[in-house]
């Protein structure tokens, strides 16, 4: 019971700023199925062309005890469809089809594969979606294979901006680069250097942990970084890690689904909401229900970001359009329509200006080559097709523009991404108390990125804007809280030495016969306590305690703060934190001052007497008489060994020379 509560939280309605999630919410109620008209189209005499949609398996309703097939992403697909029919739009004389294929978003392979086999069956000319990155990574590698254009409508993560590695992807949403950049908006209005992060286990967790560290790099600090595993759906040591940490805002980088289990994760723990934590959501929902809880206190003040279309800034968009295909919508699907209209997921017009786009693409390609637009090369084999014209298609698709529901659509060749950021709108909204004679909290929009400044940098003029309502924050109401803790109202233990006159026990006790303290220590907290407004309590530590095991009692949190003559090495500060040091104490060495003012030039002689002088000078020059006596020995010796090899040598060439003669002799007798 506490889970759904939480979960309709978030979820109430979640065709209201939905975000990509890493898996899809697997509830166990039974599955309705609304009554709907949408068309199905066969393609028996090749009459059509078709375009693949690739959404969720299963979507939540605003209750949680229904699943409906349909819901706005799709819905808005297949309008765009339907009215490209009625206006008697065409792509080479064929009538535009479309084939919905549901994917679980967690196996890639089982998209792959869904995908691969109807591109064959129907010969698919684009793809819009899929909803999560991990399998949009998988499939716009597969559409480079195939030269197919593959549009994202939801994923955001920052590795599929990489136009070279992701050559025909294109995608609607702003990455998670931008809403970093937004957020680091918010932190440059509040005066904000701080922030812990908890984000989702997964590429999608990760990759939004990396932009948030490269648009906060040199002005916000992350103090601490916490990881939600997604296969069991835990944090480790969640309290602990917020309560030592020295930031006191939390962002939660991960999906609703996600976030959801990351609040109940914190109202389990307790005391690291409101009133203690900011936390900043960035899957927020514009139309929340929240129930009341008995834990409700501790959700007011949180902050969240969502994305909005471009309307809520009054941002040109073609309105024609979007009002044609809610009609189709309402038509088609009356149940789902008045479940997500008025407040219409930002995403489903994403889904919309994304089909919309291809239709068009298409329209000028076969315009250019009317013989090769439509055409694939072995088309029977899945990762051997490939579209013979597909060069061509994406550089219309990387030079064309057009105004959709969502405004200008415009694509560059460096980027996957829209260019300047364009559809790139957010808001803050705020979780509120409830008012008068209700029990719900209210979700009310507090802050606008302002519309004039649609290409977010760090450094642009776009700033965060009042809306008129005011913010309702954790602490104070009226008062935005600091990125760091506050003592005020606190109550804390404090360990001590008995160390006079640093801290020192009464002689004698009260009235009550409670023993009093004084001292440096003392008085210097009483007057922290009066600028502060915290309060405090001893634990005197024995004499037997050893400096080590204080800061063994700091690491283990038995003791909040130790305050005593204790030095500050490396292997202490790896396990604990310093302050300041209130007092220094310094060694000395005391020496006699001498009383002799002058300083004779000889003075450094006075050390030794004058027969010891003496001794030394006489030993150093009988030691070098020695040494110089050895040197000339082994000179000479040295001098008459060559010369009697010189000798030796004389006597031989002689020898020989006599031998040579008598030789020569005894050769001329016998001649």
Known sequence: MFLLLLLSVLLYNTSQGKHEESEPQRLNHERYLPSSTWPSFTNKNGSYIYFMGLFLKYRTSTTLAKHFQTSAEPAMFRAAILLAQRLNMTINGKQIAYHIEETSGCDVIEALNSTCVYIAEYQILGIVGPEYSTEAKTLASFGNRAGLPIIGYSTTEPELSDRYTYRTFYRLPPSDVIKALALLKLFQKYKWSFANVIYQGDSYGQGGLQALNEAFRGEVKISCSIRFDLLTDTIENLRRQLEVSPSRIVVVMANANVTTKILHLALEAGDILAPSFLWILTAGNSSMSIPHHQNINQLTGILMLRLVPPHTFDISTNTYLLNEALNIWKENDADSFHQNWPQ??????????????????????????????????????????????????????QTMNFTGVTGLVQFGSNKTDRVDGIGAHYVIENIQPPRANSHRLQIVEVLRLNGTKLNITRNSETEWMPTGNRIRWPRKWDEAPTDYALLKGKTLNITVYISPPFFMKTSSPDIHGQYLYEGYIHELLLLLKEKIGFNFTYTVASNETSYDELVECVQNRTCEIVIADLAITSSRQSKIDFSAPIYHNALRLVVRKSKQKTIDQFAFLKPFSLSLWLMIIGLIYMSSALFISIYEYQKTSNAVSENQETGNHVNERQKTKTNATQADKKIKKRV
């Open 344 to 397: 219409l997921d930002v995403f489903a017009l994403y889904a919309f200006d994304a089909i919309w786009m291809l239709i068009l693409a298409f329209q000028e390609l076969c315009q250019q080559n009317a013989t090769n637009c439509l055409s694939f090369e072995n088309h029977f084999d899945c990762f051997a097709n490939h579209l013979t014209a597909g060069n061509e298609l994406h550089r219309i698709l």
